[in-house]
């Protein structure tokens, strides 16, 4: 008799009644010990420098599956576009394997309901949002808080016949299985903590990223960031949701060749405002990482601010009052006072922000020339927004071979705003830190400075 492949017999599939092919050996087989089946299913999300995505969803079996043959099309995600289908070891996608009890179904993060924040109309009388016309308010104010982030949740059918590892093979089904769990790619690598400042009475939550590894017996840098008004939120992890500027420092890449603590502050009030003032939050922040310097083992020769808007603006406040503090600042968008900012003159910064944010680009401007004619080694260059990594990188080494310790880019006027979107109100603005924390060797550049020291290049 010819043989046959396990696409040349029509069988019945479950209780849907879809008609898939499989194999005679490959049947008996499973008839005789029973199909493997999806037992579960988990969201998947990722953050993007614009906010978090459900970006796949991984189907649980109760037996390994084969990686080879699986298609796009084995399976559907209601309302998604599905863009890639392979195996597992756990709900991980880093953990891909030939085989495996999870199917990681990889989703386009580019569908129109990928993004999980929500903007809400704001109800409370009297108060604006934190990314409204005006400003976002006074320091220490308590905003509208305008954004949430949906719970993803995601709704999978296997309508392919996939090939269990065992030989048998697991048949098609049109029983839709709903998300149970959720696996929030490096967010959930962080800690949710509170501190209780005994100097100014003041409660703070945070995030902290331990090293996977940390070892007491070593010394490692922390990275402090700060997020915007826009973020301004009383849930924890708001921070973590909003954007790279947290989560990029810890990412798996980055912690391979940089180990490091992150520290991401979660602020329920205006932390910095337009009139170059703080809340007392600046100073709270300061004690909880002597706090936790004290606690593990981090170097404070290494101790590193950034932070996008608000939080760059107390970043600048930051190493104005505390100018031995850090050895080396990441200022993302962010403006001050030019007659305060004298002490900047001295430290390793690099500045980032675009020529259309009408209010920091101007601000920027301002401040560097007080520090220029303090005397600081400045060096300037102007990049573009759409540039691919490997062009971040060339024009990166150009400026840097000048070999500053201070180094002021700017974005090219509308090479920040995504095809589509308007330049208008705040675009200029928010758009800036959606690429500035994806800039790889802005990273490196920051680990490379030392307290006290040169930069060792």
């Known amino acids: ?59 649980e079996y109760d037996a390994p599956v084969r990686g080879d043959g699986l298609t796009a099309s084995d399976f559907q995600v209601e309302g998604r576009t599905v863009t890639d289908v392979y195996t597992s070891t756990s709900a991980n996608p880093a953990d891909r394997a030939d085989a495996g009890r999870f199917v990681i179904v990889g989703l386009s993060p580019g569908d129109d309901n990928a993004l999980l924040a929500e903007k809400l109309q704001l109800q409370r009388a009297g108060q604006a949002s934190p990314g409204g016309a005006g400003g976002p308010g006074k320091a220490g104010d308590i905003p509208a808080y305008d954004t949430v982030y949906r719970e993803p949740r995601a709704s999978v059918v296997q309508s392919g016949v996939l090939a269990a590892a065992d030989g048998g093979v697991i048949p098609a089904s049109g029983h839709a299985l709903e998300t149970s769990r959720v696996e929030n790619l490096i967010v959930d690598d962080f800690r949710q903590l509170e501190f209780h400042d005994p100097a100014t009475g003041r409660t703070l939550r945070y995030n902290l990223f331990v090293p996977k590894d940390y070892d007491p017996e070593k010394s490692y840098p922390l990275v402090l960031f700060m997020h915007d008004a826009g973020a301004t939120s009383d849930v924890t992890r708001t921070t973590l949701f ?47 990482i002597r706090a936790l310097a004290d606690e593990y083992g981090i170097d404070r020769d290494r101790l590193y601010t950034t932070g996008q808007s608000g939080g760059c603006m107390l970043s600048i406040a930051m190493d104005i009052k505390y100018p031995d503090f850090f050895a080396a600042s990441f200022l993302v968008a962010g403006q001050w006072d030019p007659a305060l900012v004298k002490p900047l003159a001295r430290q390793k910064l690099w500045i980032l922000v675009s020529q259309d944010d009408a209010k920091a680009f101007p601000g920027q401007n301002a401040i560097v020339d007080v520090l220029a004619q303090e005397g600081a080694k400045i060096s300037r260059a102007t990049w573009d927004g759409t540039w691919s990594a490997a062009q971040f990188r060339e024009a990166f080494d150009a400026i840097d071979a000048e070999g500053s310790p201070i180094n002021y880019v700017t974005f090219a006027p509308g090479t920040v705003i995504p095809p589509g979107q308007s330049a208008a109100g705040a675009s200029g603005h928010r758009n800036t830190w959606r690429i500035a924390y994806s800039i790889a060797p802005i990273r490196e550049w920051i680990f490379r400075q030392h307290r006290g020291q040169p930069d060792p290049q």
Do not use: N, Y
């Not at 008996?28 to 998947?44: D, H, P, S």
């Open 1 to 59: 008799m010819k043989s046959h492949t396990r696409r040349k017999f029509l069988v019945t599939g479950g209780a849907a009644g879809l008609l898939v092919a499989i194999g005679v050996p490959a049947l008996a087989r499973t008839l005789a010990r029973g199909a493997a089946r999806a037992t579960a299913a988990t969201a998947v999300t990722e953050v993007f420098g614009d906010g978090i995505r459900l970006t796949a969803v991984a189907v």
């Open 242 to 288: 909003q954007g790279l500027g947290a989560v990029a420092w810890a990412s798996p890449a980055d912690q391979a060749s940089r180990p490091c603590f992150v520290l991401a502050p979660q602020f329920t009030e205006i932390i910095a405002d337009d009139d170059s003032r703080t809340s007392d939050a600046l100073d709270t922040t300061i004690d909880l």
